[in-house]
């Protein structure tokens, strides 16, 4: 029996042809410039976003902290929203590594103010460190995969740009919210200087994410990479799914989106569940279930025994992400199991 796993999207599989043409990639040393396939997928990364060159990292995470550390010194702060995945996911990266610290901002559905934004920028003064990065997150993940709205980007870069302080975006899922709002991912690429967006996820390739930028960003970031032990050798294996993945896997997420809200609003009619279904905009569902008198972790053990797979929780909040390998009939057995359930 299928199992029906919504934990993540990062729990795909690369597809069929992915695992072809990662057997029959092209490779080389790609810390001499050698790998083809890497090469390829660079040029196309940074063309599709608009940018000068990409950087090719084993994940998210590490492309993240490659942004922090090459836009900032040792003892600057950045300005991130509180939610945000830098600050809260990535093990306080940005202080081990970049020892940097965080001023954190209280977002609207994961985006700045841009008034806030613009009060947290440090004067000069000798007590202060120097504001040396803003970061951004579109689609936003803890406030459930929603979309920052491009108008709210393009202030925040223009502030940027007053105070000469670079923008980073951590587009994880920037794909996902140029299917939602329609439009060419560099609308929104446009107002970032530097790009980190997974191959991993909902595009379904094995490993990898690629930061994107300016030449001069990029010749910096592939030595901090190099630093944090990122430079790889024959990854071109790796490349030639992050190809299909950019290619073809960003043009199918309108489908994921759909099946999240058909789950949404599935969901939204049973007694004991509680969820914003207008908020639905992407892959990410966040439901209240404590309604139902369970837990999330108790939900977890029960849907487990229909070969449903759900990250549980200690209240009853939890998170559900609809993927390439969750189709329309899942999404029925889904809402069926839950009916039992009750
Ligand atoms: C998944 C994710 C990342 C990076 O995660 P890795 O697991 O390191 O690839 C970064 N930012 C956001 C918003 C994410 O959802």
Known sequence: MK??????????????KMRKAMYKAEVGDDVYRDDPTIIELEYKAAKKLGKEAALFV?????????????HTQRGEEIILEENSHIFINEVGGIAILAGVQAKTLKGVSGALNVNDVENAIREEDIHYPKTSLICIENTHNKAGGKVIPIENMKSIY??????SIPIHLDGARIFNAS????????????????????????????????????NEFINKARKNRKLLGGGMRQAGILAAAGIIALDEMTLRL?????????LAEGLAEIPGIHLDVEGVQTNIIMVDVSGMGIN??????????????????????????????????????????????I
């Open 3 to 16: 199992l029906i796993d919504l934990r993540s999207d990062t729990v795909t599989k690369p597809t069929e």
């Open 58 to 70: 084993p994940s998210g995470t590490m492309g993240n902290q490659v942004a922090v550390l090459t």
């Open 158 to 163: 223009e502030l940027g740009k007053k105070h």
């Open 179 to 214: 299917t939602y709002l329609n439009v060419d991912v560099k609308e929104i690429a446009q107002f970032a200087d530097s790009i980190n967006f997974c191959l991993s996820k909902g595009l379904c390739a094995p490993i990898g994410s690629v930061l994107v930028g300016s």
């Open 254 to 262: 309108q489908e994921d989106h759909e099946n999240a809200k058909n």
């Open 296 to 341: 999330g972790n108790q939900l977890a053990d029960s849907l487990k025994k229909y070969n449903i797979l759900i990250n549980g929780s200690k209240d009853g909040n939890i998170r559900l992400v609809t993927h390439a390998y969750i189709n329309k009939d899942d999404i029925d057995k889904v809402l069926k199991s839950f009916k039992n359930l």
